[in-house]
């Protein structure tokens, strides 16, 4: 089923509406049949081989941007179980997410994560970001081999915008070549 955190207020303060259907990812604790799971957004992008994420922990993320102590919830590798399951939906209903959207009630839950197991802290090469706020060039160089799993964080995507043969930019349904 789909989810909404409903949380109208947390969203505007992250800037990002429509993040509150990201609840949705609480199903995939409903998954049962399978012993683990490795979770990737749909804007993120494999570039290089990821098997090894399939031997690691719950909860096992990388660390966000934003806030380091907190793990980004675009990827993340769990365990489904039913109790997991139940205990996520009645916290999301009792009392929400700090964010309105799924990162924020994912770290309420597993709040040892920051201080957890070293082994459940994923190496930023498997959620390499960029944003207009973070894009550190010199270190992206150094560990350029290291990159695993591009992730298109934000409201604005590549894939959402037109690049002309002479390097101009225009949002898609904008562009008209001239």
């Known amino acids: 089923p789909?989810?909404?955190s409903g949380d109208s207020?947390?969203?505007r303060l992250l800037g990002r509406p429509e993040l509150g259907c990201t609840f949705?990812?609480?199903e995939v604790w409903a998954q049962t049949d399978w012993d683990r799971v490795v979770f990737l957004d749909a804007d993120?992008?494999?570039v290089n081989n990821v098997d090894d994420l399939f031997e690691r922990e719950e909860l096992s993320a990388c660390p966000d941007v934003g806030w380091p102590d907190c793990f980004n919830s675009g990827l993340f590798v769990c365990c489904p179980r039913?109790?997991?399951h139940a205990e996520l939906l009645a916290m999301a209903q009792s009392?929400?997410?700090f964010d309105g959207g799924d990162q924020g009630l994912l770290n309420q839950y597993f709040s040892s994560w920051a201080h957890g197991p070293a082994n459940r802290r994923i190496p930023f090469g498997y959620n390499l970001t960029f944003t207009h706020s973070y894009g550190y060039l010199p270190a992206l160089k150094?560990?350029?081999s290291q990159v695993r799993i591009v992730h298109f964080i934000g409201a604005h995507k590549p894939w959402t915008f037109h690049r002309y043969s002479d390097g101009r930019v225009a949002g898609r349904g904008d562009a008209h070549d001239q």
Do not use: E, H, N, Y
């Open 2 to 4: 789909r989810r909404d």
């Open 9 to 11: 207020a947390r969203l």
């Open 24 to 26: 949705t990812k609480i």
């Open 44 to 46: 993120m992008v494999v």
């Open 82 to 84: 039913g109790q997991t």
């Open 95 to 97: 009392q929400g997410s």
């Open 142 to 144: 150094q560990f350029r």
